[in-house]
């Protein structure tokens, strides 16, 4: 059998990366899910593209469509590493209307089908195809190995997940040779697992194909009148049928958390609630998601900043951090933060206190602000003593409240209340920052 070194310089990975992410409310006005920030530090796309890397897999196509300035420009800055001269690359891949000239993307097997003669101009035996907007560490060689061990065309990563969440995934049935013998795209009511009520297998979304059964299917696909052009509404359900996907089960790939082994990581951040989860969890004690595992780093783009700083306010009160994560760059002045995420270049002024948040970069909060359970998009301006997070009602007529009760503010909403409430913005412009950029 072939090593891992072997399938994965055979293997070529193409990450799906046009989606919008919806249920991400405002945090995706701007911005492609997989480009929204993740962790402290990085951007959820990240998480593949550094699984591919980590892999051993260094031919990479990033397929994107809804809004990806952004995207693309985290990926031209963060990850032009790779070599070409080495047959190293990450193809950007924008839709192009390269074989359908009236259209779009139209499905995730479109996005591919429009791509496939630059696939087949790099010759791969395998393709792996990935989503990026889940977060995980998962090794795309062992992957691809328990593809060419089973030896169908096309193998499908799975794993248990509750059965309340599972009308969001594809659920499929197999046998006892990891057959797949039944696959539904996103039901109202899932089949539960054997010996588990509670619970359905779901697919991550992650494929591996022989490649030139992959350009077959394709073609098919996109010869057939009424396809979504969707692998998992068309393409997959069709080859189950014939009996031609195989099941691989994730714990045989996950990279496992270092402090403790039996955590199987991975995450659909795809809601508000979920993202502000997945991100306390990173600021926890121990954390589910290993983040600090040097024998396979989480690579980013990330620009030379000084360290973040700690001082005290002019009154002499000291800043008090606890179980919080603080990026380079930040300056937090007498100030208490508690269970929260600062990205890099944030400003926290005097007197403010901080619970359960999450900041994204360049923001400013002048003192005397609270915040709890709150998300703060890129480059908000707080001014002086605004309160978040402790008057539900208020803070769903001026920012945007979810289910869970997590605030998400952005600067748009930031501009409205000015307008709206122009009282709490008093001499705002005698104090506001000048260093936020303008992007």
Not at 144 to 162: F, K
Not at 296 to 314: G, Y
Not at 325 to 350: D, E, K, M, W, Y
Request: proline share 4%; charged share 25%; with cysteine.
């Amino acid at each position: 059998m072939d090593n891992a070194r072997d399938v994965a310089k055979q293997t070529l990975a193409l990450i799906l990366a046009g989606g919008r992410g919806s249920r991400l409310k405002m945090l995706t006005d701007t911005r492609a899910k997989p480009a929204v920030y993740f962790g402290g530090k990085y951007r959820i796309i990240d998480f593949a593209l550094s699984n591919c890397v980590n892999s051993g897999i260094s031919r990479i196509g990033v397929v994107t469509q809804y809004k990806s300035h952004s995207l693309l420009r985290h990926l031209q800055s963060g990850w032009s590493f790779l070599r070409n001269q080495f047959n190293e690359f990450i193809d950007l891949l924008p839709a192009q209307q390269r074989v359908d000239e009236e259209h779009w993307y139209q499905g995730t097997a479109d996005a591919v089908y429009q791509n496939i003669d630059i696939i087949k101009d790099h010759g791969p035996k395998y393709v792996v195809i990935l989503a990026g907007d889940h977060i995980y560490k998962m090794d795309y060689a062992a992957l691809v190995l328990d593809h060419i061990r089973m030896g169908s065309p096309v193998t499908i990563a799975c794993m248990p997940v509750e059965r309340s969440q599972a009308t969001a995934f594809g659920v499929m049935k197999v046998d006892n040779d990891s057959l797949i013998t039944e696959f539904v795209e996103k039901p109202k009511d899932p089949a539960p697992m054997p010996g588990d009520e509670t619970k359905s297998l779901a697919s991550m979304g992650i494929y591996v194909f022989d490649a030139d059964f992959l350009y077959q299917v394709l073609q098919k696909d996109a010869d057939t009148q009424g396809s979504h052009r969707d692998f998992g509404m068309d393409i997959i359900p069709s080859l189950v049928k014939e009996r031609k996907a195989h099941a691989h089960d994730f714990t045989k790939s996950c990279i496992r958390n270092r402090g403790d082994k039996s955590i199987v990581y991975w995450r659909d951040v795809g809601t508000i609630d979920a993202y502000w989860a997945a991100n306390m969890d990173i600021a926890s004690i121990e954390p589910q998601l290993d983040v600090y595992d040097a024998n396979w780093p989480i690579w980013t783009s990330q620009l030379q900043q000084p360290p973040a700083k700690f001082v005290q306010d002019i009154n002499g009160t000291s800043t008090i951090v606890r179980n919080s994560v603080v990026s380079a760059g930040c300056i937090i002045s007498g100030s208490s933060v508690n269970q929260s995420l600062l990205f890099s270049n944030t400003r926290l002024h005097s007197n403010c206190f901080l619970s359960e948040s999450v900041v994204c970069p360049f923001c400013v909060i002048h003192r005397g602000c609270r915040l709890t359970k709150v998300i703060l998009d890129r480059g908000c301006e707080l001014p002086r003593n605004l309160i978040i997070g402790e008057n539900a009602e208020l803070d769903a007529k001026r920012f945007y409240r979810s289910e869970g009760g997590v605030t998400l503010v952005t600067r748009k909403m930031l501009r409205k209340l000015q307008q709206d409430e122009p009282t709490l913005f008093e001499d705002f412009e005698n104090y506001k920052s000048p260093f936020i950029p303008s992007y």
